[in-house]
């Protein structure tokens, strides 16, 4: 049985950035910032109340009759108990045996184009701490996006206009940035999981290493581009975030109505219509603020039984990056048209080619990790390398054709120019092979 590193991961940076939260928002309060003090308590609360409904759900602690669960949840205790809860069974595992198993099968990734299928005893406390993760994971998941990616832009926000970090500040901010890029991480895992459901995942430790610097200079570099931004064009800022927001939470929708398919009905026996729909209302929001900071690794479909599409879906991705770098270049040279006297000493050219590498840093190593570290590799119908050859073969054959038709065009040109010189006899005797153009070369 597996340590629960990962509860202890999540428990970790829960407690960690909600205590040093609630302290910086003391200290504005002490120094008159009303504002900043709401902000920070906001953005340190609400999350711990969505985490405390996810472990609640996954957990179906509501249809229980456990008062005491709820009563500590309520008091936003709850990651506590099922941290306690983990590590009791992780430690009483060995000691008291099970009477009662079940049997799951997984096929093992293709060796020599063989797969084969392996069956594995499942003990009840081995089924309890596989829910845990799966909760802890998602709110994980909760926590960074919807919580500490929200308190990492406002913070930096504050210490630009300030033009002082101090050292609540700064550890918070350490904290919220390890907290989004391990919520990342722990999205990728899911995604990998759910989509390839039927396999038995081993991911290696170089791939976690990989994950962590791709989601770290990807998470950063956004984040740093926002705040500029945003210090700067402090009106502009809200429709950027406006169009990014209902672009990603409607483009699900827009693909479920498109497809005309039925209402989803077997997300939980025990919701209604309308319970049903709220559900997938928060999934579309949580799906919409990871993809505004990084990519989601995860493609929402809501007439999907698992609500996940399972297909790699290789132009998405590289749309996605694309149109983000894009972006990022303009906020970086609207922020340089218009930056104020803050920046006086920041070389701001420099600035910029700094985040832009950093973002393209991101970029090699998710394509590192595609590559070579994705524990289900051999499993895509096309690897990264091959689709890049096959792109920039088509980049340079459509570069030859153009300059193929350029030239004959301009031989052909040349070519009646010459038969305008030379006698009428001539032009009779013209072999056909001159009377040829420029299209007809082209298309042959």
């Known amino acids: 049985m597996k340590f629960p590193a990962s509860v202890l991961a999540s428990v970790f940076l829960f407690v960690a950035e909600t205590t040093v939260a609630l302290y910086l928002s003391s200290t504005y309060r002490s120094a008159g910032d009303r504002m900043w003090q709401v902000l920070t308590l906001l953005f340190s609360l609400l999350p711990c109340a969505l985490v405390q409904l996810t472990l609640l759900f996954v957990h179906r602690d509501l249809s229980r009759d456990r008062p005491l669960v709820l009563l500590l949840h309520l008091l936003q205790l709850g990651p506590l108990l ?11 595992s060995g000691h008291n045996e099970e009477p009662y198993v079940s049997i799951t099968k997984k096929r093992q990734m293709p060796k020599n184009g063989l797969s084969e299928e392996i069956e594995k005893e499942v003990g009840q406390a081995e089924g ?5 993760r799966s909760a802890f994971s998602r709110a994980s998941v909760i926590q960074a996006f919807l919580g500490s990616a929200p308190q990492l832009t406002l913070q930096l926000y504050i210490s630009i206009i300030q033009q002082e970090v101090t050292i609540g500040r700064s550890l918070l901010m350490t904290l919220s940035l390890l907290s989004i890029v391990y919520g990342a991480l722990r999205c990728n895992i899911l995604a990998i999981k759910i989509k390839y459901d039927e396999y038995e995942v081993n991911v290696k430790p170089l791939a976690y290493v990989c994950i962590f610097l791709w989601r770290s200079f990807e ?25 990014n927001f209902f672009s990603f939470f409607l483009y699900p929708w827009i693909l479920f109505w498109g497809r005309g398919s039925p209402f989803p009905e077997n997300i939980e026996k025990a919701l209604s219509r309308v319970g049903t729909t709220i559900v997938l209302c928060f999934l579309t929001l949580l799906y919409t603020g990871i993809n505004m900071f990084c ?38 040279l609207l922020w340089y048209l218009f930056k104020t006297d803050v920046y006086m000493y920041v070389c701001a050219p420099l600035l910029i080619l700094q985040l832009l590498v950093g973002y393209c840093t991101a970029i090699f190593f998710m394509l590192v990790f595609y590559q070579f570290f994705h524990p289900c590799k051999k499993l895509f119908s096309t690897s990264v390398s091959e689709g890049f050859q096959k792109w920039l073969r088509c980049f340079c054959w459509a570069c030859r054709r153009q300059k193929s038709c350029e030239s004959v065009g301009n031989t052909d040109l040349k070519s009646s120019r010459e038969k ?20 007809e070369l082209c298309s042959a």
């Open 82 to 92: 099922r941290f306690v809860d983990v590590f009791c069974i992780y430690f009483q």
């Open 420 to 439: 305008d010189e030379t006698p009428s006899s001539s032009r009779i005797s013209a072999e056909p092979s001159q009377l040829l153009n420029a299209d």
């Open 128 to 132: 309890k701490l596989v829910t845990h």
């Open 295 to 332: 990519w989601s690794a995860v493609q929402l479909k809501i007439d999907s039984p698992d609500l996940i599409s399972k297909s790699q879906n290789w132009y998405q991705l590289l749309v996605y990056y694309v149109v983000r770098f894009i972006e990022n270049a303009i906020l970086l």
């Open 219 to 243: 998470i950063a570099t956004r984040v740093i581009v926002l705040v500029l931004f945003t210090s700067v064009l402090k009106t502009w800022v809200v429709s950027i975030i406006l169009i």
